[in-house]
Nanobody, 123 residues
Framework: QVQLVESGGGLVQAGGSLRLSCAAS????????MGWFRQAPGKEREFVAA????????YYTDSVKGRFTISRDNAKNTVYLQMNSLKPEDTAVYYC????????????????WGQGTQVTVSS
């Protein structure tokens, strides 16, 4: 079992930055692929980024490439999402999620989810 708790969301102006954190419980955190997803009002949950357990591989959706960076600290059982050059269209509830084995972008393939943290970008 893995329990996930997100933090770091908030209100920021367009062009600004935020860093989201996701703290995980469980002794095997280092063996999980960690992903970030987001869901805007009236829209489906969408994949944002993921990082492999070995920290060797990362994957991003096209709309955030060059602006967002996913990282993890296995010693602290924490995964981060650094978000720069934020746009109003980045406004959403952001969720972290965990799964075993390999990186995938489909939300249905992730086994554990946090409660989400709101990110609002004003124009």
């Amino acid at each position: 079992q893995v329990q996930l708790v997100e933090s770091g969301g908030g209100l920021v102006q367009a062009g600004g930055s935020l860093r989201l954190s996701c703290a995980a419980s469980g002794r095997t955190f280092s063996r999980y692929v960690m992903g970030w997803f987001r869901q805007a009002p009236g829209k489906e949950r969408e994949f944002v980024a993921a990082i492999s357990w070995s920290v060797g591989s990362t994957y991003y959706t096209d709309s955030v490439k060059g602006r967002f960076t996913i990282s993890r600290d296995n010693a602290k059982n924490t995964v981060y999402l650094q978000m720069n050059s934020l746009k109003p269209e980045d406004t959403a509830v952001y969720y972290c999620a965990a799964r075993s084995v390999k990186i995938v972008s489909a939300s249905r393939e992730y086994d554990y989810w946090g409660q989400g943290t709101q990110v609002t970008v004003s124009s």
